[in-house]
T-cell receptor
Framework: ETGVTQTPRHLVMGMTNKKSLKCEQH?????MYWYKQSAKKPLELMFV???????ENNSVPSRFSPECPNSSHLFLHLHTLQPEDSALYLC???????????FGQGTRLTVV | AQSVTQPDIHITVSEGASLELRCNYS??????LFWYVQSPGQGLQLLLK??????LVQGIKGFEAEFKRSQSSFNLRKPSVHWSDAAEYFC????????????FGTGTRLLVSP
């Protein structure tokens, strides 16, 4: 248990659906991250939030929309996804950017 | 920009044998270095980290890693592997100046044979 909780753990969605992934941490961390982990690819950093402000968007398609309403919660809103978006989506937090990151267990997303 | 190379995609080690997983980084100065482990279907767990000071760092589960500046390496070692160590291992680096973000290697999958 790392203190970072992601829900749901598994999600199957059609290409026309809209869904959201949720991440929550009560570690008092100020930085939160979304990573994408696909088979046979390195972990891809998608978004970084620092003190609720988005500080990095790694050329992520607009069908992925992050939201950070406060420093404890991070969402990833999904709409009109493609099958190649199927992956494990990992949330992480750290006291500040550059510190060790604590990861959630991930959401296994399957787009059909 | 910093980068990490883990040259071994898979490694198989007999239970009880020693282990060394390789990691090389590219960064202009001394970075912060990490090793994470991931069991199937799980998130990443931090094994150990190097920020400064003693170049041999001890981590959880009996792992250690040695920072070698001259070789730009941060190899992970364990003297005696247990079957439960079978997992994927990721080396990561973060620059200690400017905007800091973790950059991961591609991972090494460890298989443990009886």
């Amino acid at each position: 248990e790392t203190g970072v909780t992601q829900t749901p753990r598994h999600l199957v969605m059609g290409m026309t659906n809209k869904k959201s992934l949720k991440c929550e941490q009560h570690l008092g961390h100020n930085a939160m991250y979304w990573y994408k982990q696909s088979a046979k690819k390195p972990l891809e950093l998608m978004f970084v939030y620092n003190f609720k402000e988005q500080t990095e968007n790694n050329s992520v398609p607009s069908r992925f929309s992050p939201e950070c309403p406060n420093s404890s919660h991070l969402f990833l809103h999904l709409h009109t996804l493609q099958p190649e978006d199927s992956a494990l989506y990992l949330c992480a937090s750290s006291p500040r950017t550059g510190d060790e990151a604590f990861f959630g267990q991930g959401t296994r997303l399957t787009v059909v | 920009a910093q980068s990490v190379t883990q040259p071994d995609i898979h490694i198989t080690v007999s239970e009880g044998a020693s282990l060394e997983l390789r990691c090389n980084y590219s960064y202009g100065a001394t970075p912060y270095l990490f090793w994470y482990v991931q069991s199937p279907g799980q998130g990443l767990q931090l094994l150990l980290k190097y920020f400064s000071g003693d170049t041999l760092v001890q981590g959880i589960k009996g792992f250690e890693a040695e920072f070698k500046r001259s070789q730009s390496s941060f190899n992970l070692r364990k003297p005696s592997v247990h079957w439960s160590d079978a997992a994927e291992y990721f080396c990561a680096v973060v620059g200690n100046t400017g905007f800091q973000k973790l950059v991961f290697g591609t991972g090494t999958r460890l298989l443990v044979s009886p």
